[in-house]
């Protein structure tokens, strides 16, 4: 197509974008199913878990693992939502990628900009978690400069592994998995057996209409964000058709299987007034079962490396989510920039990086709890990552009705059903936050409309891949 200019000068030659575009580096499709499904995991059983229990008792009571229940179907039904949507486009980006293609580029912006904030706010809220695990071995490691200089050293650390490659960091990622899965695994089956009945009674501490089972499930919630991660790098997805739909379903259904099992298994062994007051349930559990005090620092280890692992995870991801954004003009550019040589968005890991650094040195010159803020930074990062899935899943009910030759029927119908019934759950959960959290998590979905618009300015500004031909 061609133009001529109000001069009568040589024409303007306007390309497709496809030819506009320069050839750019290609992202590496290195993760197969076993790594695919190791960052689902490995992205969700992280530190929330070590502690949830406890939380749980003192809400709730036993009637937690019904919370469990209702997390893992709410979760189960996001994770049918994705693989559905990854199998059908698997470009990098998840969220995003369905969000735009459903509703356009300032809804797919919103997307893309929520999901980017949590995944570098949890990271903050991660790096935290591994500071105050290091209180086992040193003392109050909270509050100790050297900590929260180990704790941004594995930052950079984890974000130097994923420069070299997502390969490299795929295989932390299994073998992290592996070594954190494991041991909660045999502490809920073996637990199973050290169970006395006496530990259910009373059921629950809370009289509320629903005895305490919907404040317990957004306690729960924390720990199945991750579940899309399979979704975000499907570029670097081998077979991504079938791999990101398995790996999807396969993690949360694994995730949500070791949460009720040792959930169930902790209350079993320990009265919910002893297990509101652990510092570390899980050591406790192990006391039970084993005998003696080493627990503990077992499960500080334990701990430890799921934290290393789920970091890994989550800084892979914090490099890709503005990537695809940034191809299609809706994030400044640098951020598409891919590496040559090692196919990994450099410029998009070290500037999450940075600013996870900056959380962490915030939160290591407060006064407050490192509980506090960890639980402050959670419950944004939760709000957060709960914007995307609720545009997913509305996203999918648009898509299939409006594609009525692929999807008709009953196929029609049961795909609807389930992108409804998680819709309804994502709105449910963001407003349990409570107020407060709604309001702070609106707010820094407005903070990205100004970069949303300096990024369009500078777009037409530019006009790029206009190429101007003599005649």
């Known amino acids: 197509m061609s133009t001529v200019t109000p001069t009568g000068l040589a024409p303007v030659k306007t390309l497709p974008d496809e030819a506009r575009i320069p050839p750019r580096p290609a992202l590496k499709r290195s993760m197969g199913l076993w790594m695919a499904t190791a960052l689902v995991i490995g992205n969700m059983v992280g530190s929330g878990v070590f502690l949830l229990p406890a939380a749980m008792a003192g809400t709730a009571g036993p009637v937690s693992v019904l919370a469990w229940v209702f997390t893992g179907l709410g979760a189960m039904l996001l994770a049918l939502v994705f693989a559905t949507l990854g199998r059908r486009y698997t470009k990098t980006g998840g969220p995003y990628v369905y969000a735009r293609k459903a509703f356009g580029d300032f809804v797919g912006f919103q997307t893309a900009w929520s999901y980017w904030i949590n995944a570098w706010v949890g990271n903050a809220a991660i790096a935290i978690a591994f500071a105050a695990y290091l209180s086992v071995f040193w003392g109050d490691a909270t509050k100790n400069w050297v900590a929260a200089l180990l704790a941004i050293g594995l930052v950079w650390l984890l974000t130097l592994v994923n420069i070299l490659g997502v390969r490299e960091a795929g295989w932390i990622q299994v073998v992290t998995t592996v070594l954190k ?32 089972i919907g404040a317990a499930a957004l306690l729960t919630l924390w720990a199945f964000i991750g579940l899309e991660s399979a979704t975000v790098p499907a570029e670097e997805v081998k077979d991504p058709e079938k791999t990101i739909p398995r790996a999807t379903i396969i993690g949360t259904a694994a995730a949500a299987l070791l949460y009720l099992v040792a959930t169930l298994a902790l209350f079993g062994m320990i009265p919910s007034a002893q297990l509101a007051e652990s510092a570390s349930p899980f050591a406790d559990g192990a006391n039970e079962i084993f005998g003696g005090t080493w627990g503990g620092k077992a499960i500080a280890v334990v701990a430890m490396i799921s934290i290393f692992g789920v970091l890994n995870g989550w800084i892979l991801l914090q490099g890709r989510a503005p990537l695809a954004p940034a191809r299609d003009g809706l994030f400044p550019r640098r951020f598409a920039r891919v590496d040559g040589k090692r196919g990994t968005p450099v410029f998009g890991l070290v500037v999450s990086s940075v600013l996870v650094t900056a959380l962490l040195m915030t939160n290591f010159q407060t006064e407050g709890s490192v509980v506090d803020t960890f639980t402050d930074i959670i419950i944004i990062a939760t709000l957060t990552a709960l914007v995307p899935y609720l545009y997913s899943s509305a996203a999918q009910l648009y898509l299939f009705f409006a594609d009525r030759t692929a999807f008709s029927g009953v196929k029609l119908a049961r795909h609807s059903t389930i992108a409804l019934l998680a819709f309804g759950y994502s709105l449910w959960a963001i407003w349990g936050a409570g107020y407060e959290s709604l309001a702070k998590g609106f707010m820094l979905l407005l903070a990205g409309i100004p970069v949303y618009l300096w990024v369009k300015w500078r777009r037409s500004v530019r006009e790029p891949g206009s190429v101007r031909t003599e005649a």
């Open 181 to 212: 899965f494991t041991p909660l695994l045999v502490i809920g089956v073996v637990g199973l057996f050290f169970m006395d009945s006496a530990n259910f009674d009373p059921f629950t501490v809370d009289q509320s209409w629903d005895f305490g």
